[in-house]
């Protein structure tokens, strides 16, 4: 079993910064991709990032890139989401999320393709 622990949000004001952070835990790592999922009252569960682990590739939805910034430490099993110029928009449920292992070539944009996902850390924008 993977547990993964998601912090690092908070109320921010436009235009502010957040800094995620997601932690795995258990016995499936190294994971093919860690992932940031967004999801807020109303909307279904969207792709906000991914970390492609074994190439060093990422991926992020149009709506975030230029803003956001995911890096990973490969040490600690962890994934960071860096966030700059927040939108009353990115408020949000955020989740991280891995595949099984061994799992590889899945399309990242899909919350379909990961099997484990944290409980969520809320990012609230204001104004």
């Known amino acids: 079993q993977v547990q993964l622990v998601e912090s690092g949000g908070g109320l921010v004001q436009a235009g502010g910064s957040l800094r995620l952070s997601c932690t795995a835990s258990?016995?499936?790592?190294?994971?093919?991709?860690m992932g940031w999922f967004r999801q807020a009252p109303g909307n279904e569960r969207e792709f906000v990032a991914a970390?492609?682990?074994?190439?060093?590739?990422?991926d992020y939805a149009d709506s975030v890139k230029g803003r956001f910034t995911i890096s990973r430490d490969n040490a600690r099993n962890r994934v960071y989401l860096e966030m700059n110029a927040l939108k009353p928009e990115d408020t949000a449920l955020y989740y991280c999320?891995?595949?099984?292992?061994?799992?590889?070539?899945?399309?990242?944009?899909?919350?379909?393709?990961?099997?484990?996902w944290g409980q969520g850390t809320q990012v609230t924008v204001s104004s």
């Open positions: 999320a891995v595949p099984e292992q061994g799992a590889n070539w899945i399309n990242v944009r899909s919350f379909r393709a990961f099997d484990y």
């Open positions: 258990g016995r499936s790592f190294p994971y093919y991709a």
């Open positions: 970390f492609i682990w074994t190439d060093g590739k990422t």
